[in-house]
């Protein structure tokens, strides 16, 4: 069975979107399926780097140019698009971007290549698309043989809108960097770091978007040290053994890992740091850019609480990264969060810092607990989260539109 996925952006591009496509790939190849992905030329991979076909088309994109260069992009890709369904002969096409969908719209309503089936991952949510979007994406979906969302949040919003084909749940996924847990791993990159036994902590990683709110990050590490100076306040006034033993003081470490893709966003990065060595000092703070995935999975191990700061979520792989690491994750109650984290104590609200506060604090004052949270989130990351799962929850689902003799 060939699978032709449909992309806007290079599959090698770092994202979720991107990262969860190849992942699939190298897992569809193991049984025994087909995939080509078509997408524009690639950034820093070749072609020959990936275990399935790559299929490049020229692409112009730049969301900063003028409205005409976007429309004669959006054209050239509608044109690239209907060449390669031409030439691939696909059994199914996977379209994996919301862009993609409207882009491969504009050739389906009208009836080309209407006796391939095909399936549409929404990655994002159905409340955030513009009204013309929402408008493309439901007049090709009458077309489609199935949807797929990544958190059931986001079905029940598309089931809301009114979209009659069937709509299966799959989670985004991890790449294989994060597939095997070292125990070994975590006390050397504490070690390498220069961590200490009474530090705790604290991770932030994803790349610059206004969705991410980093803005709000110096924020929540000022309130957190703010909670911690009022602990430490009150050993010394209580004048407790460990306070007078030197033990009981409470530390903190920012361990801070960003993406960054154009010019402006170093401005961004550099304030972000600033704002946090104002609060906790550079010493305290870890700072790491654009790290591989091999990379990052590392990070994880150093972390006791990973925090998602975001004010617009639809499923949040890093969530899902860090717990593949065993750090207790911390999140904002936005959109699909909720349903990843899956424990009520671990979310926060933006009007409610507090409750991040205490919660970090039980974690910090609790070594039980702490272990308690980071093997609840490890559990989680195995029942719900893995490459194979993935994998063949997609396998079924192809393999059932496939046989069908109508779509």
Not at 40 to 57: A, C, N
Not at 326 to 336: D, F, P, Q
Request: charged content about 30%; glycine content about 8%; hydrophobic content about 35%.
């Amino acid at each position: 069975m060939k699978i032709l996925f449909l992309m806007e952006y290079p599959i090698d591009l770092p994202g979720g979107g991107q990262l969860s496509t190849w992942t699939l790939c190298d897992g569809l190849v193991k049984q025994g399926l087909t995939p080509v992905v078509a997408c524009p030329k690639l950034l820093g991979k070749r072609r020959t780097d990936f275990d399935f076909k790559i299929v490049e088309y020229k692409s112009d994109e730049n969301r900063e140019r003028s409205k005409t260069a976007r429309i004669v992009n959006f054209l050239s890709r509608i044109r690239s698009f209907r060449k390669i369904i031409r030439r691939e002969k696909p059994d199914l096409i996977h379209v994996s971007m919301s862009e993609s969908l409207i882009t491969f719209g504009f050739l389906r309503c009208p009836g080309f290549f209407k006796n391939i089936p095909f399936v549409y991952t929404d990655r994002g949510l159905a409340y955030g698309y513009r009204r013309h979007s929402l408008m493309c994406i439901k007049a090709t979906m009458k077309r489609a043989a199935g949807m797929i969302c990544t958190t059931q949040f986001n079905k029940d919003l598309w089931l809301q809108k009114g979209i009659r084909v069937p709509v299966t749940v799959i989670p985004n996924t991890i790449g294989r960097a994060f597939d095997t847990y070292d125990d070994n791993k975590r006390g050397a990159m504490r070690i390498k770091y220069g961590i200490k036994e009474n530090e705790f902590v604290i991770g932030f990683a994803g790349r610059i978007s206004e969705e991410k709110d980093w803005d709000f990050v110096p924020v929540l590490v000022r309130a957190l040290k703010d909670g911690i100076d009022r602990e430490n306040t009150g050993l010394k006034e209580s004048g407790s053994a460990k306070q007078r033993a030197g033990t009981g003081e409470k530390r903190i470490k920012v361990a801070l890992v960003i993406s960054v893709y154009e010019e402006q966003d170093k401005k961004i990065v550099r304030g972000i740091k600033d704002r946090i060595c104002d609060t906790i000092g550079e010493d305290n703070l870890i700072y790491m850019q654009d790290l591989s995935q091999e990379e990052i999975a590392d990070y994880y191990y150093m972390v006791d609480a990973f925090v998602m700061s975001s004010m617009f979520e639809s499923f949040g792989k890093a969530a899902v990264e860090a717990m593949s690491r065993k750090c207790a994750v911390l999140s904002t109650s936005v959109g699909g969060l909720p349903e990843v984290i899956g424990k009520e104590e671990n979310l926060y609200t933006k009007d409610d810092t507090d409750k991040f506060v205490k919660r970090i604090l039980e974690l910090m004052n609790d070594r039980k607990e702490l272990d308690k949270d980071r093997e609840f989130f490890y559990n989680r990351y195995r029942n719900l989260y893995t490459r194979e799962i993935h994998v063949m929850r997609h396998v079924n689902l192809y393999r059932s539109i496939c046989g069908k003799q109508t779509y």
